[in-house]
């Protein structure tokens, strides 16, 4: 038990500045998922379906990374199926606030408010990808 926590602390300053920083942009997209379901003028909680979208758009790729061979080709049929059921989920995520909007369920500045936390969110988890879940972590084995 000593030992994982003095690894834990043991990180190097980037990747706590990294850590730190994800977490504070993730937590700036769902303020502004919240803001759009819970401030007076809007009232509804339609808006915050989209956080299935979010749970679900990691899914494909990390499934279809601990199933992948370590062959040498960069590309995989299960990863480009994998990639095609994100992107079906990122486009639903930010189609989901424009349609509620235009059936005139919710208002249009809740549905802006949705697709402003869907970019923030969704650059929190390629930041993610991008800084954690590499072949050559340079974090210490973070991910």
């Not at 679900?56 to 995989?76: D, E, H, Q």
Request: one cysteine or more; aromatic letters at 16%.
């Amino acid at each position: 038990m000593k030992l994982i926590i003095y690894h834990f602390f043991m990180l190097p300053i980037t990747a706590w500045t990294a850590l730190v920083s994800l977490a504070f942009a993730g937590s700036i997209g769902m303020t502004l998922i919240i803001l759009a379901c819970a401030l007076p003028q809007y009232q509804l909680w339609w808006p915050f379906f989209v956080v299935v979208f979010y749970i679900f758009s990691v899914c494909p790729t990390l499934l279809a990374k601990r199933s992948m061979n370590n062959s040498l080709s960069g590309s995989s049929p299960c990863l480009e199926l994998a990639i095609f059921l994100t992107m079906g989920f990122v486009i639903s995520s930010f189609a989901l606030p424009i349609v509620l909007a235009r059936a005139e369920v919710i208002m249009w500045g809740a549905c802006y408010l949705t697709i402003c936390g869907n970019f923030v969110v969704y650059g929190t988890i390629v930041g993610y990808f991008l800084l954690f879940d590499s072949e050559d972590n340079v974090y210490g084995g973070m991910a």
